[in-house]
């Protein structure tokens, strides 16, 4: 079994920047897709970014290309979402996840099989 557990969170204002992570334990996930995947309050949950297994690429939401970033560390077994130039609207839960379906581009949430408890980031304005 996967466990994920995010961290980074927090309240910043309109324009500034958090860098979030995703730290795997119980085996390691270097073969696994990531991804990250946000919940405002009475939205559903919508895909924000992910990357394949090796790194080499990644594919985010329209509404966060080109402000947020997202990369891991294999050998730390972490996935990361690097987020500038936030705005009120990226407010919400934002959650890690893990599949052990496949190791390429995933962006539904149905094919992601391990997830983190989420950690809210609110922007103020």
């Known amino acids: 079994q996967v466990q994920l557990v995010e961290s980074g969170g927090g309240l910043v204002q309109a324009g500034g920047s958090l860098r979030l992570s995703c730290a795997a334990s119980?085996?390691?996930?270097?073969?696994?897709?990531m991804g990250w995947f946000r919940q405002a309050p009475g939205k559903e949950r919508e895909f924000v970014a992910t990357?394949?297994?090796?790194?080499?690429?990644?594919y985010y939401a329209d509404s966060v290309k080109g402000r947020f970033s997202i990369s891991r560390d294999n050998a730390k077994n972490t996935l990361y979402l690097q987020m500038n130039s936030l705005k009120p609207e990226d407010t919400a839960v934002y959650y890690c996840?893990?599949?052990?379906?496949?190791?390429?581009?995933?962006?539904?949430?149905?094919?992601?099989?391990?997830w983190g408890p989420g950690t809210q980031v609110t922007v103020s304005s």
């Open positions: 996840a893990a599949s052990s379906r496949s190791g390429g581009i995933v962006v539904t949430t149905i094919l992601y099989n391990f």
């Open positions: 119980g085996r390691t996930v270097s073969d696994y897709a």
């Open positions: 990357i394949t297994w090796s790194g080499g690429s990644t």
